[in-house]
């Protein structure tokens, strides 16, 4: 019978695919079933932000273009939710790896 050897996973690398990419940090974690859903939300997220943030402000005139951010609060709910399951994935992400490392 062969023993598999486990290595400590780092933090800072596992945090640091989540801060860029939130998800990564659960693939690194070897937890697939919670980070492709995870990086799913997060990008369907980032494109109705994108769309209703970035694109609704610009707007093409004769001259070239003028940004007109939105006044209405309904745009910016896409970014703050946006933000909370960034950070969301940024604790999981921690939790998971502490808990594995202090397994071992």
Known sequence: ??????FRKSDTVALL????????GQLY????????PIMIVWMVLAFF??????????DLTAYGYRIDPPTEFG????LIVMVVVW??????TKNLVDG????L
Not at 17 to 24: A, D, L, Q, T
Not at 29 to 36: E, I, L, S, W
Not at 87 to 92: I, M, T
């Open 100 to 103: 594995y490392n202090e397994s």
């Open 1 to 6: 019978m062969t023993e598999q050897i486990k």
């Open 29 to 36: 974690m070897d937890r697939v079933k919670v980070g492709v």
């Open 87 to 92: 950070l969301v994935a940024l604790v999981h």
């Open 17 to 24: 695919f989540s801060i860029f990419i939130p998800g990564m």
């Open 49 to 58: 932000t994108f769309d209703n943030l970035v694109l609704e402000s610009f």
């Open 75 to 78: 745009p910016y709910l896409w």
